[in-house]
């Protein structure tokens, strides 16, 4: 199974909702990754948590606030988004120092 | 500079056209080395690993140069299904960060 699991596919919120992503792998994978994807540029990395312990934060503003619950499991909290931060937002994992599997993404639009 | 610079084309190829892309890295601690592929609105998948030796995989061949940190990716007999965007990605073992570059679009036309 080289497969990572992210819900929900699709997400509309407001600018004052509250909404978590959620990722999930069963890999044994050590190393999950938060991505954000804009429209005809690469990933950018958000977040990287090794051992379930949060080890680089690429200077993301506090609206969006990571949690890793168990080995398996990440989830990205969404609060008080703005308009450009809508975008595809991708989890993924990896063995340690290995290629890095990716979720299909979460595509969120903030209105 | 960016860590990972990659001419982002697009490539426009007939099929069965062979084509070449390149990237260049500027950390020369970077460890391991990856080519992937990424379809219009999917996620990025591997395409394959990319060794000092070179390696090859059916109709694609990859090759790493250390000294000069340079990546390439070759594509022979192009196929429609190949159209795509590729990202040359870098990963840096102590921070366990990938590093993508910009990504090259390819087009295969019948």
């Known amino acids: 199974d080289t497969e990572v699991t992210q819900t929900p596919k699709h997400l509309v919120m407001g600018m004052t909702n509250k909404k978590s992503l959620k990722c999930e792998q069963h890999?044994?994978?050590?190393?999950m990754y938060w991505y954000k994807q804009k429209a005809k540029k690469p990933p950018e990395l958000m977040f990287v948590?090794?051992?379930?312990?949060?080890?680089i934060n690429e200077s993301v503003p506090s609206r969006f606030s990571p949690e890793c619950p168990n080995s398996s499991l990440l989830n990205l909290h969404l609060h008080a988004l703005q308009p450009e931060d809508s975008a595809l937002y991708l989890c993924?994992?990896?063995?340690?120092?290995?290629?890095?599997?990716f979720g299909q993404g979460t595509r969120l639009t903030v209105v | 500079r960016k860590e990972v610079e990659q001419d982002p084309g697009p490539f426009n190829v007939p099929e069965g056209a062979t084509v070449a892309f390149n990237c260049t890295y500027s950390?020369?601690?970077?460890?391991?080395f990856f080519w992937y592929r990424q379809d219009c609105r999917k996620e990025p998948k591997l395409l394959m690993s990319?060794?000092?030796s070179g390696n090859e995989d059916g109709r694609f061949t990859a090759q790493l140069n250390r000294a000069s940190q340079y990546i390439s990716l070759l594509i022979r007999d192009s196929k429609l299904s190949d159209s795509a965007t590729y990202l040359c990605?870098?990963?840096?073992?102590?921070?366990?960060?990938?590093?993508f570059g910009s990504g090259t679009q390819l087009t295969v036309l019948p």
């Open positions: 948590y090794s051992y379930e312990k949060l080890s």
């Open positions: 890999m044994g994978h050590r190393a």
């Open positions: 993924a994992s990896s063995q340690d120092n290995t290629e890095a599997f």
């Open positions: 950390n020369s601690a970077s460890q391991s």
């Open positions: 990319v060794y000092s």
């Open positions: 990605v870098v990963l840096l073992w102590s921070a366990r960060q990938l590093t």
